[in-house]
């Protein structure tokens, strides 16, 4: 290890501060450009020991788990805390302008749509059972270490009011001191809360589960491992007026926000198409918003969702027909022959993008395409695919859902 002054000169994707020495680039986490600070470094990382020169940019943080002063801040579940909102909402809509050049894709890219403290409905919480309490947090940065946490500004009101219950949950599924994950999910009827990283629990162990959340309120339910504990109330969430229970530990957007502004764009672009494909469709998300205006053919691989979706759409009023597929589109992607049949399509894969299925699609005739994507990068590289197929973009938005980190969603449209 050593110690020495640099100077930050920009941001990386990934939030780090990024500083120029004599052997490459050395990564300083929590540092921004223009800062001067000096570093205990170990090879290109380093770790800031004092700032010598702050930027006008830096601010206090939110959250006292952050860190002292915006400084090597302990909690891992923000990294960004410490930049102030103009230039750090300037940054993430950059990351996309960035991701679209390195495609060679000239593209006008709109203004970041902002996230708020308060609105994430949807949190991932390390836990682990010690011989005096129960932790429930996050873990450091590039540690293993849970930061126990008494409040979170990104999280919902909502999630922070059961703390002290999702913490009484853990304690009595927990079987020993390994670490497991508790992803808890606001729904309308309740927190859903899906464990996992406990191999098994006793008979004796899952009846004191079972217990424990029936003695509570504001639980609708709990699974491990993707079984279903005990459900006191179908967890509902509501997507564009359907009401969808969405499996136990199923995916769905972080923030009610963001997930209408995407799904405002994505309608908007679709227009009054008649014949619609939605690719990667979840519990229907879009699928269920699409079907008021025309016929949807929803294709998803995982079959408790598509059953979700296929569930809510039979119950809905005023829908026009959905059809479901469960289908891999990884292994399996729609074929060009296959779009004839669409006058538009929606596609929201997860962060390795849809590079096989762009190429099907960039073969066909479909005239209006719409690609949502939590990857820059994959998605520049999808969009390139569609562009060297005849697509034209008309439209890029960042989607800011994962406050004050370098993670941010993407909506663009196309044209044939």
């Known amino acids: 290890m050593s110690t020495e002054t640099v100077t930050i000169k920009k941001l990386g994707g990934q939030g780090d501060g990024i500083a120029e020495g004599r052997d490459g680039a050395i990564y300083v986490p929590f540092a921004l450009p223009g800062e001067e600070v000096a570093i205990a470094r170990v090879k290109n990382q380093g770790t800031i020991m004092s700032i010598a020169k702050a930027s006008p940019d830096r601010q206090e943080p939110a959250c006292r788990h952050f860190g002292p002063d915006g400084v090597n801040g302990t909690c891992g579940g923000c990294t960004l805390q410490h930049f102030s909102d103009a230039p750090y909402r300037a940054f993430k809509r950059q990351l996309v302008v960035n991701a679209l050049k390195s495609q060679g894709i000239d593209a006008e890219v709109g203004e970041l749509v902002a996230a708020h403290p308060g609105e994430r409905r949807r949190v991932v919480f390390a836990a682990r059972k010690t011989e005096k309490d129960m932790l ?95 459900e006191p109330q179908k967890p509902i969430v509501d997507f564009g007026g359907v009401q969808v229970s969405p499996p136990a530990g199923g995916f769905t957007q972080a923030t009610k926000p963001a997930e209408e502004a995407m799904a405002e764009l994505v309608v908007a672009h679709v227009g009054k198409a008649k014949r619609i494909a939605d690719l990667f469709a979840g519990s229907g998300t879009f699928s269920l918003r699409l079907a008021r205006i025309g016929r949807v053919h929803a294709v998803e691989g995982d079959d408790k969702a598509l059953a979700a979706l296929d569930h809510a759409a039979r119950k809905a009023q005023g829908l026009k027909p959905v059809s479901v597929e469960k289908r891999d589109l990884f292994r399996r992607p729609l074929m060009t022959a296959e779009f004839k049949h669409y006058d538009a399509v929606v596609f929201d894969p997860p962060r390795a993008g849809a590079e096989f299925q762009s190429q099907e699609l960039a073969r066909s005739a479909v005239k209006r395409v719409v690609a949502v994507s939590c990857n820059p990068l994959t ?19 960042p989607i800011d859902q994962f406050l004050w980190t370098a993670h941010v969603e993407v909506v663009a449209t196309l044209e044939k």
């Open 379 to 397: 998605l520049a590289r999808d969009l390139a695919i569609l562009i060297e197929g005849g697509y034209r973009i008309t439209s890029v938005t």
């Open 136 to 230: 429930i947090g996050f873990n450091q940065a590039e540690s293993h270490h849970i930061v126990a946490i008494e409040e979170c500004p990104i999280s919902s009101a909502g999630i922070m009011a059961r703390l002290p219950a999702i913490k009484a949950i853990g304690a009595a599924m927990a079987t020993n001191a390994e670490a497991f994950r508790i992803s808890v999910l606001e729904t309308l009827s309740g927190l859903d809360l899906a464990v996992d990283g406990i191999k098994k629990l006793a008979d004796q162990q899952r009846r004191k589960a079972v217990e424990t959340v029936l003695g509570m309120r504001g639980i609708a339910r709990v699974s491990l491992n993707g079984e279903i504990l005990v």
